[in-house]
């Protein structure tokens, strides 16, 4: 046949070490029908600093593959919540071959069509905060790219017709497909009339949604006579290709027949006729999203190019064990985003007779259902047993129901077919399931009440169970619960929901608690976090005692705030918000700001150079909200204005200094008690907030912190600005070149400024 080649790629994106399934990177792939083949190139390389990242360490990265839905990983070996049901992916770990670059490949024969979803992540670091902007990060940033080779204008098979097929030497393999509407119970492929130079020597190979592979349902047509292979229960609404495959070494040609029979199982005593119109002639649905519903006519089907076709008997029994029933549809409620709720005509209390079951249709939609949790209950009505030992099993599979002949079987599975088990009795009244991010497509309930016996399982009589039954979708499984917090994320259109835990608490819905912190120690952190506020008081009371009232006023805004907003910030349940979350981070962080941004404004003295020093106090206060607008968590929108404060007091400082010909503050005690104390201080928290806080240590760290940066404003605030009593400057007289002046008390930069009474003569 004719291969075409498709190729696709992703925008590379940064990847972070693995906390929850919020943290991974998650890519979209669509693989189209027919693929024979599918190549992805995983490409990974370092940056630092916009470079290549060749002094960056070596950090595995694990990709996740999976068809149809996100894959629901576990790499930190976490308990799932109770009734959750896992699907299964295909995981691969990169190594780097190269110091900045690696490259890895994985291959994929025959892929099943449709959605494809890859999952990459870091591995889980130590948890540690840094400071945005300090230092230029390692970066791992993961690109992926599809190449796919499809095969084109493969043969159709249609059902109840022959096609004639002579392979050539050279030829190693026939492949064709045919289409498998809804209600067919049996799928049957027939070769007839098989010449070769050693018998028939052919392998018959039949597969559901793709090509088949080596280890899918074959035959040995040497040895079975007639080859003939069947499917039972085969996907509703899919196509299922048929390859026949030459035997190796066999030389010559070989010629023979291919047909297919369809079993229709919503008719007992019919088959699915030859003569179909022409669009079902064409083995095409009249809508994929109808449970069933089959058209008849009289229209034969064109001559296909591969062979010619005539109509074959078809036999009219059916075996009883083959019957399916009735399909009950359920209404679709959208009420937000994965917010959906099935229900169910003249429901939701279903009766379940004792001589037949009972199926439902839940049909999820494509790539706008799959990133949420499937959700189903059941609820036995016990009133409704009259006293029988009853139980109602159901049994959910997807894209065709399992309605098998044998009442005493209490298995959701086959050989072909996997499904969910649940079961409700009088002792087990409740049953659920979650299935997070489930495959779209038809997913159908099939209900049946069985008795127990001394022998097991067996039919019920007169008895009909009445179950309550809920389907719905939902983001997340219990909404994360009270420890996590269930959010929509985003991958270029494809939505998803995740949970991200909180207080030590981890799993796929935050219901692990191996490493969950303790009511106490939530409530100690808390304490510490907000209590370590109190440090600043003593500055209040200095700067209300030294006459720096706008400087206290900040202080008391900085402490109520930051108190407040640790109150609220905490992960736990010991949490208390007084306004919104943004509101107080908001007023945390500009009241820490505007406290350093006053302090060493005072200690500036800008009193007898700036008249009017509140110009540089609201000038501040704009400056520090525009940066926090800007980046609340940027270094150098932070440290700027605090670093232009600085340059301030620094050029005050400098031309006091080369006023009076002395350094300033002029006096040793100064320096030696207070300032080289503060700024110590100062200097050590702010080296344990850039360096030394992580997420398991921050709530004694961060207390830390605001010790010590209370403890430093109270040494660096400067002393009150007081004058001598005693002499006052002399007004200028004319003619004289002289004037008496007083050498300011803030000059000295003294603690109790009274106790200095120091004149001087300056010249005019």
């Known amino acids: ?51 290549f990242g060749d002094q960056c360490p070596d950090r595995s990265i694990t990709v996740y593959f999976r068809s149809g839905a996100p894959s629901v990983i576990n790499p930190l070996h976490t308990h799932f919540p109770r009734d959750t049901a896992v699907p299964g992916s295909f995981a691969l770990t990169l190594t780097w071959t190269l110091p900045n670059r690696t490259t890895g490949v994985f291959n994929v024969t025959s892929p099943l069509p449709g959605d494809w979803f ?35 204008n493969i043969a159709v098979l249609y059902p109840g017709y022959v096609t004639e097929q002579s392979m050539a030497p050279h030829n190693r393999s026939c492949l064709y497909k045919v ?24 392998w018959l190979r039949m597969r559901a949604k793709a090509p088949p592979l080596h280890n899918s349902t074959a035959l040995d047509c040497r040895e079975h006579a007639p080859c003939q292979l069947a499917l039972d229960l085969p996907f509703w609404q899919h196509w299922y290709y048929v390859l026949v495959e030459k035997h190796p070494e066999v030389p010559g040609t070989v010629s023979f027949q291919v047909t297919v029979q369809l079993t229709d199982c919503s008719r007992p005593s019919l088959a699915r006729p030859p003569f179909l119109p022409s669009s079902a002639s064409m083995n095409m649905p009249h809508s994929f999203g109808s449970v069933g519903g089959l058209a008849l006519g009289d229209s034969p089907p064109l001559a296909s190019p591969n062979g010619t076709k005539h109509p074959v008997p078809i036999p009219t029994a059916l075996p009883a064990g083959e019957r ?110 979650r299935i997070p991010y489930p495959q779209t497509g038809s997913w159908y309930l099939s209900l049946r009440s069985l008795c127990a016996t001394e022998h097991g399982f067996e039919p019920c009589t007169n008895v009909t169970a009445e179950v309550y039954l809920r389907a719905y979708l939902s983001p997340c499984i219990n909404d994360c619960g009270i420890y996590g917090q269930c959010k929509l994320l985003r991958t270029n259109n494809y939505l998803y929901a995740a949970c991200e835990c909180k207080a030590g608490w981890n799993g796929w819905g935050c219901t692990d608690n191996a490493e969950a ?3 106490g120690f939530q ?92 110009v540089l106090y609201l000038l501040g206060a704009m400056l520090l909200s525009m940066a926090l607008q800007m980046d609340r968590h940027g270094l150098w929108n932070l440290l700027g204005p605090s670093l232009f404060a600085l340059g301030i007091m620094a050029v005050a400082w400098t031309a006091r200094t080369i006023r009076r010909r002395h350094c300033y503050p002029p006096t040793w005690k100064r320096w030696a008690f207070y300032l080289c104390p503060g700024a110590l201080i100062a200097a050590a928290a702010v080296l344990l907030y ?28 400067p002393p009150r600005a007081k004058p001598s009593g005693r002499l006052g400057p002399l007004p200028r007289r004319k003619g004289c070149g002289y004037q008496l002046c007083v050498n300011e008390q803030e000059e000295l930069g003294l603690v109790d400024p009274a106790v200095a009474s120091i004149n001087s003569i300056c010249t005019s």
């Open 1 to 51: 046949g004719l291969f075409v080649t498709d190729y696709f790629t992703r925008t590379p994106r940064k990847l972070s070490p693995f906390r929850s399934f919020a943290s991974i990177e998650l890519f979209h792939f669509h693989i189209p029908e027919d693929t024979v083949i599918a190549v992805w190139n995983l490409i990974t390389f370092k940056e630092q600093g916009g470079t």
């Open 118 to 152: 890859l999952a990459a992540h870091l591995p889980k670091d130590e948890g540690k905060i840094s400071v945005k902007g300090l230092y230029e990060e390692c970066q791992y940033l993961f690109q992926p790219q599809l190449i796919v080779q499809r095969l084109v």
């Open 179 to 202: 289409f498998v509407p809804s209600y067919t119970s049996r799928v049957l492929v027939e070769v007839l009339r098989c010449r070769g130079t050693e018998g028939c020597p052919l």
């Open 324 to 433: 399916c029933w009735p399909v009950r549809p359920t209404l679709r409620n959208e009420l937000d985003t994965f917010s959906v709720h099935f229900y169910i005509f003249f429901g939701p209390n279903v009766s379940v007779p004792p001589d037949r079951p009972a199926v439902f249709v839940i049909n999820l939609l494509p790539v706008l259902d799959s990133g949420g949790v499937l959700n189903l209950e059941l609820r036995l009505n016990v009133s409704s047993l009259c006293g029988e030992n009853v139980t109602v099993f159901g049994c959910l599979n997807h894209e065709v129901p399992l309605t098998s002949g044998d009442n005493a079987s209490v298995t959701c599975e086959t050989e072909t077919l996997a499904g969910f088990l649940l079961s409700v009795n009088a002792t087990a009244s409740l049953s659920r399931l």
């Open 517 to 519: 912190f303790s009511y």
């Open 523 to 614: 409530l100690l952190s808390t304490l510490l976090l907000c209590l370590s506020n109190v440090m600043f008081v003593p500055p209040v009371a200095i700067a209300v005692r030294s006459h720096y009232l706008l400087e206290a006023a900040v202080y008391i805004f900085t402490m109520f705030f930051s108190t407040f907003y640790h109150a609220c910030d905490q992960p736990g349940i010991v949490v208390f918000c007084i306004m919104e979350y943004d509101v107080l981070q908001f007023c945390d962080f500009l009241g820490s700001l505007m406290s350093v941004w006053v302090t060493v404004i005072a200690m500036a003295r800008l009193q007898p150079v700036v008249k009017q020093a509140s």
């Open 690 to 717: 850039a360096f030394v806080e992580t997420e398991e240590n921050y709530f004694y760290i961060h207390s830390i912190w605001h010790l010590l940066i209370a403890g430093s404003v109270g040494f660096l605030l």
